[in-house]
């Protein structure tokens, strides 16, 4: 016989009606939270996106290539997750995971479609049957071992990594689903009795099956139907979240990866044209700061990566750039609620939200920008306000000293240029 199964086999008309209703609200509310934190960054200044996609298809590609082979790479290859261990590897196992049981389903509902057009258009049969399902049961459980890693880790509750109340509910929904959907399988293959390759190629499931061998066929096909039902709700549940917890930054994350260009040790410079226009250098409101660089806030997953290779931090100075994406992040959002509710302005961003102290602490030594899986650029926002600081003469101490004695001596000691070369004095040194 040939390999195969049926697509919502136990499952009533009525069930299959509601589970596609169920799954519309839950893209719904999905869609409805994108949209808000779209919204947000529309707050900030606008980037020359029409300009990116603008012209014919080969000046569009030439334009977009970079970014879309920075997002193939840092992000559909986990390049810029390497470097971090075990949370390396429980990430790359829950990712390939992820996206094979994603492709799976996909895969699943169009060959539903197809044989509800025509059932010769059916694919789920056959020598693809047995590679699909032996892929996803066994994928399945990469996705598990990562999502306990990342309990285990959550359970020593690391410094650097941000926590949230939502953070547990992301990995106990994670195992929920993918305990669940075993159990879906071995109710199911214990009721629709396959044999030879058909069974064997989903050992997880098979072997489970074994452990509930003994029931009933009506008493299987009953839990069979209660546990779909528990799997879909959670699946539906994990869907609608994702605009809401940590797991935006896999949406988040590629956008922002394809947006950023890579800018390691080059600053963007001040135009003339750009103050005239303005009024100001630097930002001094949430909204001074580009769309992308808004973005770039919903980006951060609070991985503390940046934090542990940040020198200002390692020294105990008032700095972490993890802090200062979160902080931008909270302003960002208070200052999109302070709007919504008629007011002009949100909190202030100059020392209510981020203190000189903190911005005065970073040596601009790129390591955290070297590190983001994500590639936001946490030293160009410091820089940023900085240079907003500088501006209105908020500079003070040595530093302000030293810009002044550059000015007007050029050299930051204020020495008479006569004098530049007198350190050689009494050294082998020839003039
Ligand atoms: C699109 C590219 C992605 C990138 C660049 C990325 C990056 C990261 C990084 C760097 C971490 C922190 C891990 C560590 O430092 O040890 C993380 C955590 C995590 N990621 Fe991703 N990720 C991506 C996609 C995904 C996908 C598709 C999923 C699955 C839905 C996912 C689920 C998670 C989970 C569950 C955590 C752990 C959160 C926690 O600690 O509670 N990520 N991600
Ligand atoms: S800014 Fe980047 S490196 Fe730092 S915590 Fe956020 S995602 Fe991790
Ligand atoms: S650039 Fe600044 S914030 Fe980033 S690691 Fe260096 S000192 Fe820390």
Redesign the pocket.
């Known amino acids: 016989m040939t390999p195969t199964r049926e697509t919502f086999g136990n499952i009533p008309l009525s069930s299959q009606l509601a589970f596609y209703g169920l799954a519309m609200v839950a893209m719904g509310i999905f869609c409805w939270g994108v949209w808000r934190r779209w919204k947000l960054w529309r707050l900030g200044t606008p980037i020359a996106f029409r300009e990116l996609i603008s012209g014919n298809l080969a000046a569009v590609w030439k334009k977009i290539r970079p970014g879309a082979r920075r997002v193939v790479v840092d992000a559909g290859a986990q390049q810029r997750v390497r470097g971090h261990g075990l949370g390396t590897v429980a990430h790359v196992s829950l990712y390939v995971g992820f996206m094979a049981l994603l492709a799976g389903t996909t895969l699943l509902e169009a060959d539903n479609i197809l044989s509800h057009v025509s059932g010769a258009l059916k694919f789920h049969r056959g020598l693809y049957y047995v590679i699909y399902e032996y892929t996803l049961d066994v994928l399945g459980l990469a996705f598990l071992a990562g999502t306990l890693f990342f309990c285990w880790r959550r359970l020593r509750r690391p410094a650097a990594l941000g926590h949230r109340p939502t953070d547990w509910y992301v990995l106990v929904s994670f195992l929920a689903i993918g305990v669940t959907g075993y159990l879906v399988e071995a109710l199911r293959i214990l009721w629709s009795q396959p044999t030879g390759i058909t069974a064997h190629c989903s050992p997880v499931g098979l072997w489970l099956a074994g452990i509930f061998d003994g029931l009933t066929v009506s008493a299987t096909r009953r839990a069979h139907f209660a546990v779909w039902w528990i799997h879909s709700f959670l699946v539906f549940g994990f869907i609608a979240s994702i605009p809401f917890t940590r797991l935006f930054h896999f949406i988040a994350g590629p956008m922002n990866i394809f947006l950023a260009a890579p800018s390691l040790g080059q600053l963007a410079p001040v135009t003339m044209e750009e103050v005239e226009q303005t009024g100001r250098v630097g930002p001094s409101d949430i909204r001074h700061f580009s769309r992308q660089q808004l973005l770039s806030l919903d980006a951060c997953m609070e991985c503390g990566r940046?934090e542990e290779?940040?020198?200002?931090?390692a020294t105990a100075k008032p700095?972490s750039?993890k802090r200062v994406v979160q902080d931008l992040k909270g302003l960002m959002e208070a200052t999109g609620a302070a709007l919504a509710a008629g007011k002009t302005e949100g909190p202030a961003l100059h020392e209510t939200t981020i203190a000189a102290e903190t911005l005065w602490s970073?040596?601009?030594?790129?390591?955290?920008v070297n590190v983001c899986p994500v590639r936001i650029d946490?030293?160009a926002l410091?820089i940023g306000l900085r240079r907003h600081l500088v501006a209105e003469g908020g500079l003070s101490g040595t530093a302000a000293t030293a810009l002044r004695r550059m000015q007007s001596n050029g050299n930051p000691w204020g020495l008479p240029p006569v004098e530049r070369a007198n350190w050689r004095d009494g050294l082998a040194a020839k003039s």
């Open positions: 940046c290779v940040c020198p200002a931090f700095l750039p970073c040596t601009a030594c790129s390591a955290c946490q030293l410091i």
